[in-house]
């Protein structure tokens, strides 16, 4: 167990909503990601605008996964004193453009001084049917939306001292919210990938003590590439056709990677926190 996963399991017990993208109480969904400089960003990388959004994003991202809509945001916002009013103002539009995308309110949160702009952000959604990471059963299908691999290849490049376009999968994720709401019927469990594929792929299947087949070869850059915010879905071989008729009417490209069997699933992949 990585220490990361050690410290996660001190707050779980038999009763714990611990262990999904977001906290399941009752029809609500309560959902909290981090996005700091110098561990997910640098300032050379993005504008003061490109933060705020995409630090709004990725915690959307995981109220989408659920199949939940999202309402509220509570914000926690630490910025240097030397941050100009324009920067500020660059930093809230980006925010709230994500959030108004997303028909969110913000109602509130907290802001400090910092040596550097570390944002917080709550989510709070609600769902009549939500997607959790429990109910995976032996011979369902593991499959991932869209394409993964570009986010890593594009933080290499940053990492570097490039640049990438504005649009990019790094800077703008493209959340998959009519396909999983269409789909989500037909859906035994999912998760978006934050992590990477085979990070995630052993989120899903060690809480129902099942392992996997690959069924396709992927490249070790494409499987261990985080950040992607594509959502990771498994469901019964019985309703692949009508997961595809979804995907080709929502315009969402499906790749089916590996199905369940028994034992259990081990992630080789470097690990992106800690």
Same mark, same amino acid.
């Given at each position: ?8 399991? @001190?707050?779980?017990?038999? /009763? %714990? ?8 109480? &009752?029809?609500? *969904?309560?959902? +909290? ?94 769902s009549d049917h939500p997607l959790t990471r429990q109910g ?8 991932? @939306?869209?394409?993964?691999? /570009? %986010? ?8 570097? &001292?490039?640049? *990438?376009?504005? +649009? ?107």
């Amino acid at each position: 167990m990585n220490v990361e996963d050690y410290f996660i399991s @001190t707050f779980c017990s038999s /009763k %714990s909503v611990i262990g999904d993208d977001g906290a399941l109480i &009752g029809k609500w *969904v309560y959902s +909290k990601d981090l996005f700091f400089e110098n561990i997910h960003y640098k300032k050379t990388w993005l504008s003061p605008y490109q933060i705020g959004y995409k630090a709004m994003i990725v915690n959307i991202s995981d109220a989408i996964a659920m199949n939940a809509v999202p309402r509220y945001a509570l914000l926690g916002v630490a910025i240097p004193k030397s941050t100009s009013l324009h920067e500020m103002r660059e930093l809230s539009r980006g925010l709230q453009t994500a959030a108004a995308q997303y028909g969110i309110e913000i109602i509130g949160g907290d802001t400090i001084s910092n040596s550097k702009t570390d944002i917080s952000v709550t989510i709070i959604s609600h769902s009549d049917h939500p997607l959790t990471r429990q109910g995976l059963k032996i011979g369902d299908i593991i499959a991932y @939306t869209g394409s993964i691999g /570009k %986010s890593a290849k594009q933080l290499r490049y940053l990492m570097s &001292g490039g640049k *990438v376009h504005t +649009k990019s999968r790094f800077v703008s994720p493209d959340l998959r919210k009519a396909f999983i709401a269409e789909s989500r019927r037909y859906l035994r469990c999912g998760m978006d990938i934050s992590d990477g594929l085979c990070s995630d792929i052993e989120k899903l299947t060690r809480p129902n003590r099942l392992g996997i087949r690959w069924d396709k070869k992927i490249p070790k850059q494409i499987r261990c590439s985080g950040e992607e915010y594509e959502m990771l879905i498994a469901y019964s071989a019985k309703y692949r056709y009508a997961i595809r008729r979804i995907a080709a009417r929502t315009r969402t490209p499906i790749t089916p990677v590996a199905h369940v069997v028994r034992g259990r699933y081990t992630n080789r992949c470097k690990r992106h926190h800690f």
